[in-house]
T-cell receptor, first 113, second 116 residues
Framework: AQSVAQPEDQVNVAEGNPLTVKCTYSVSGNPYLFWYVQYPNRGLQFLLKYITGDNLVKGSYGFEAEFNKSQTSFHLKKPSALVSDSALYFCAVRPRGDYKLSFGAGTTVTVRA | DVKVTQSSRYLVKRTGEKVFLECVQD?????MFWYRQDPGLGLRLIYF???????EKGDIPEGYSVSREKKERFSLILESASTNQTSMYLC???????????????FGAGSRLTVL
């Protein structure tokens, strides 16, 4: 069975401060890892993905994520958060050779001015 | 620039009604998916299809069925709607796998279904 855990339901940060959204997974092998974002009243949008290689992945809107195989984690980061980053963030994992993409429960990020 | 279109943004139905949720993609993607999104539970996969007329059960298929008669269209059917099926339903599509499992899902805007 595969699972994705986002241990924080909510993350609150001040604008300009670093933002981290945590994700851990339990999937056998070397899965593909993704982050998606859902802005209010909009569909999910792809942010970034990890396939192989460099553990630091850069994505859209200044976001990046760090893959840590020993800790089975894929935390999303942004060095300086913006109010417009306030949204619902989902981590997702897909085992290699599988169609199925499994999502975490989501983390609501609120960036205050 | 619309790529995945869900026919209804908001629906209100009564218990026992048959409900059709339609999804169309214009990207010639092989794979299509139906998820439901509930607060605190994230997205849960209901069904997916990797080819025309092919379907696979996801994590929560009970009470649902799907139809994929054409490559671009994937329909979710609630044969007899119940109140616990009140949810946001998200359709998505992606290119085929066949070694490209890193392909990204493109989502529709969602259909919010309320069953009274």
């Amino acid at each position: 069975a595969q699972s994705v855990a986002q241990p924080e339901d909510q993350v609150n940060v001040a604008e300009g401060n670093p933002l981290t959204v945590k994700c851990t997974y339990s999937v056998s092998g070397n899965p593909y890892l993704f982050w998606y974002v859902q802005y209010p009243n909009r569909g999910l949008q792809f942010l970034l993905k990890y396939i192989t290689g460099d553990n630091l992945v850069k994505g859209s809107y200044g976001f990046e994520a760090e893959f840590n195989k020993s800790q089975t984690s894929f935390h999303l980061k942004k060095p300086s958060a913006l109010v417009s980053d306030s949204a619902l963030y989902f981590c997702a994992v897909r085992p290699r050779g599988d169609y199925k993409l499994s999502f975490g429960a989501g983390t609501t990020v609120t960036v205050r001015a | 620039d619309v790529k995945v279109t869900q026919s209804s943004r908001y629906l209100v139905k009564r218990t026992g009604e048959k409900v059709f949720l339609e999804c169309v993609q214009d990207m010639d993607h092989e794979n299509m998916f139906w998820y439901r999104q509930d607060p605190g539970l994230g997205l849960r996969l209901i069904y997916f299809s990797y080819d025309v007329k092919m379907k696979e059960k996801g994590d929560i298929p009970e009470g649902y069925s799907v139809s994929r008669e054409k490559k671009e269209r994937f329909s979710l059917i609630l044969e007899s709607a119940s109140t616990n099926q009140t949810s946001m339903y998200l359709c998505a599509s992606s290119l085929g796998t066949g070694g490209s499992g890193a392909n990204v899902l493109t989502f529709g805007a969602g259909s919010r279904l309320t069953v009274l």
